[in-house]
């Protein structure tokens, strides 16, 4: 078959091998390296991969070349956690944060998240979504071709749905591929106050038949966490979502480890979010359960804290894991996915291989895109990022900048030299 356009004489190619499930513990390891590499693309998919110079076949009269010598390709990045639409920011806590307030005291004062609420229940829907774009462009800039973007800065159904269009909105206008996440139980807001059940209530019997109905999100998240949803309440909520089709996750063992990733062990979640303060023995039934573990270091780096969730212990145990932004107003105000796998190398201890990994084969399935997207196998869909960087260490060592030479998604040139085309 002749090629559309080759892409040819990379320094390296990082191809993630895809079993047909996450790569988990010691698979995290191993990737294919592909020196003097080319990927030929026609009709926005892969249609090959190889080294040296592109097989004869490949090329017709019409066929494309590019060369990038001196530069690398992966896969694009997919940034699997995000709290992309929200209205207002929260810069103003900043000097509690430096003056040691924790997180949850800020929220119990009223700030944090009911801060961010009580914002994007006064924004527009063109307020949210010309908000959203410019995050997204930010993103898009830095190498993420398909960013995962979870509601729960409404807390009623009015501002629930409104974050849900302004997802599905630019999801149909942004080159980014957005996934969509209902989390309503992202906070008990204040007019629910002391009363979480009824309004977990609410959400069963109103809001989830109503997302469902709209075809407004794939996944179900809820906040479990000291003072925020107890693990008998994440369990009510999630398993009524599962019984409706929602596919789950669970923000779980952020700040205390009150139960969250038993509930994702037990429901069978995709994914459990933070981890930071995982136990040994919640490890072992994440990894039993094939739980993906979905970590959060710029978070831990935000909130100023030391505990980064335990990579290399879960990798040890067997489980699969994900590298994200978290890209929020409060807890981690960034757009930058290289930051986050920097963070995964120096703070975590994970190799350029494991973080590629993390953010590539791994984040696909996270996301339920596995089949369309996060490797070079032949078929997928062209989403690559190409770094100004001799090599896969190189993107992860040069920390705190933007490496990203070009994008590509599904075989069309979106980003070159740090414009979006």
């Known amino acids: 078959m ?77 940034d699997c956690h995000t709290h992309l639409v929200y209205g207002g920011s929260r810069e103003h806590e900043f000097a ?15 700030g944090g998240i009911l801060s961010t609420v009580k914002a994007t229940r006064e924004a ?16 898009l800039l830095h190498g993420a071709t398909t960013v995962e973007a979870k509601s729960g800065y409404g807390l009623n159904w009015e501002t629930e749905k409104r974050q849900l269009d302004v997802v599905a909105a630019l999801d149909k206008d942004h080159p980014i591929d957005l996934v969509s996440t209902f989390m309503a139980a992202h906070a008990i807001p204040e007019e629910y ?10 959400i069963v019997e109103e809001m989830l038949p109503a997302v469902k109905e709209g075809n407004l999100a794939e996944f179900c998240d809820i906040f479990c966490e000291k003072n925020v949803f107890t ?27 009150i139960g969250g990733v038993d509930v994702a062990a037990e429901l069978g979640a995709t994914s459990a979010e ?63 996915m290289q930051f986050a796998m920097q963070l995964g190398c120096f703070m975590m201890g994970l190799t350029p291989i494991e973080v590629l990994n993390a953010v590539t084969i791994n984040a696909a399935y996270s996301v339920n895109r596995q089949e369309r997207v996060g490797s070079l196998t032949i078929g997928k869909e062209a989403d690559i990022a190409i770094f100004d960087a001799p090599n ?15 994008v590509y998604k599904k075989g069309k040139l979106i980003v070159d030299q740090g414009r979006i085309l």
Request: glycine content about 8%; hydrophobic content about 40%; some cysteine.
């Open 2 to 78: 002749i090629a559309d356009m080759i892409l040819t004489h990379f320094n390296q190619i990082f191809c993630p091998n895809d079993p047909g499930h996450p790569l988990r513990g010691p698979e995290m390891k191993t990737a294919e390296i592909i020196s003097d590499g080319y990927i030929a693309i026609k009709d926005g998919l892969v249609l090959a991969v190889g080294s040296g110079e592109p097989d004869a076949s490949l090329i017709g009269p019409h066929t494309v070349m590019h060369s990038y010598e001196g530069k690398i390709a992966t896969p694009g990045l997919i």
């Open 96 to 110: 509690k944060k430096l003056a040691g307030v924790s997180y949850l005291d800020i929220l119990a004062q009223g």
């Open 124 to 139: 527009t829907f063109d307020t949210l979504y010309q908000k959203s774009k410019k995050l997204l462009d930010y993103m």
């Open 193 to 202: 106050k002391g009363n979480s059940q009824d309004y977990l209530d609410h």
């Open 231 to 257: 693990a008998e309440e994440a369990h009510y909520l999630l398993s009524k979502a599962k019984a409706m089709g929602f596919k789950l996750r669970i923000h779980a063992d952020e700040i205390a480890s």
């Open 274 to 336: 933070h981890l930071m303060m995982a136990t040994d023995e919640g490890i072992a039934k994440m990894s039993e359960a094939k739980v993906i573990g979905n970590l959060l270091p710029a978070t831990t780096f935000s909130l100023m804290e030391d505990t980064y969730a335990p990579a290399r212990k879960m990798i040890e145990k067997g489980m699969a894991i994900t590298l994200s932004t978290d890209s929020n107003p409060g807890s981690c105000p960034t757009a930058n």
């Open 392 to 406: 896969i260490d190189y993107p992860l060592y040069f920390f705190a900048t933007n490496l990203i030479h070009q």
